[in-house]
T-cell receptor, first 113, second 112 residues
Framework: EAQVTQNPRYLITVTGKKLTVTCSQN?????MSWYRQDPGLGLRQIYY???????DKGDVPEGYKVSRKEKRNFPLILESPSPNQTSLYFC????????????FGSGTRLTVV | QKEVEQNSGPLSVPEGAIASLNCTYS??????FFWYRQYSGKSPELIMS????GDKEDGRFTAQLNKASQYVSLLIRDSQPSDSATYLC????????????FGQGTELSVKP
């Protein structure tokens, strides 16, 4: 089954404790992206990647890091999480084809206390 | 000005009616357009894509694109209570590495 897999689904952590949210896709997609969703603010892009070793900042990159060492994986790293990073996070992937839509993972609900 | 704009709603329609959702975008270079449906707490689900001027139909859904007016719309025919969700308009910028930009979403409520 074609899918984007994120882990974990739920995470509660403490301020300052480094964490990684994993994202993997099995569709051989070139494009991958991370979003956060907050009430009243909609979906905001954190980082995106055009291919292996090619990444760029989205609209809200502060406090986050990403890497794209393999085509299928695009982990999101929070080096020192803070309470304002409490949010619902989505990973998504897409082909380069014109009209190719992004497929989203199931989401990770992160709480930083 | 936001790059992708939608009315936040809520839009309320009776069961069986046509729901009309609208979206405008500011960058004429934008190349691909998408409609996603999102239920509360769930991930966005792709329901329609369009990149050529005109209409594109898929079952009860019709997407319309007017590049001259920078306008995208989604029509849902024979609306059902299960269509009640937030509908997100998105623009994919193929000249910027496939960057996908979302509007704020329109909440649709279909009343039985």
């Amino acid at each position: 089954e074609a899918q984007v897999t994120q882990n974990p689904r739920y995470l509660i952590t403490v301020t300052g404790k480094k964490l990684t949210v994993t994202c993997s896709q099995n569709m051989n997609h070139e494009y991958m992206s991370w979003y956060r969703q907050d009430p009243g603010l909609g979906l905001r892009q954190i980082y995106y990647s055009m291919n292996v070793e090619v990444t760029d900042k989205g609209d809200v990159p502060e406090g986050y890091k990403v890497s794209r060492k393999e085509k299928r994986n695009f982990p999101l790293i929070l080096e020192s999480p803070s309470p304002n990073q409490t949010s619902l996070y989505f990973c998504a992937s897409s082909s380069r084809d014109r009209g190719g839509g992004y497929t989203f993972g199931s989401g990770t609900r992160l709480t930083v206390v | 000005q936001k790059e992708v704009e939608q009315n936040s709603g809520p839009l309320s329609v009776p069961e069986g009616a046509i729901a009309s959702l609208n979206c405008t975008y500011s960058d004429r270079v934008s190349q691909s357009f998408f409609w996603y449906r999102q239920y509360s707490g769930k991930s966005p689900e792709l329901i329609m894509s369009i990149y050529s001027n005109g209409d594109k139909e898929d079952g009860r859904f019709t997407a319309q694109l007017n590049k001259a007016s920078q306008y995208v719309s989604l029509l849902i025919r024979d609306s059902q209570p299960s269509d009640s969700a937030t509908y997100l308009c998105a623009v994919k910028k193929d000249n910027q590495g496939g960057k996908l930009i979302f509007g704020q979403g329109t909440e649709l409520s279909v009343k039985p």
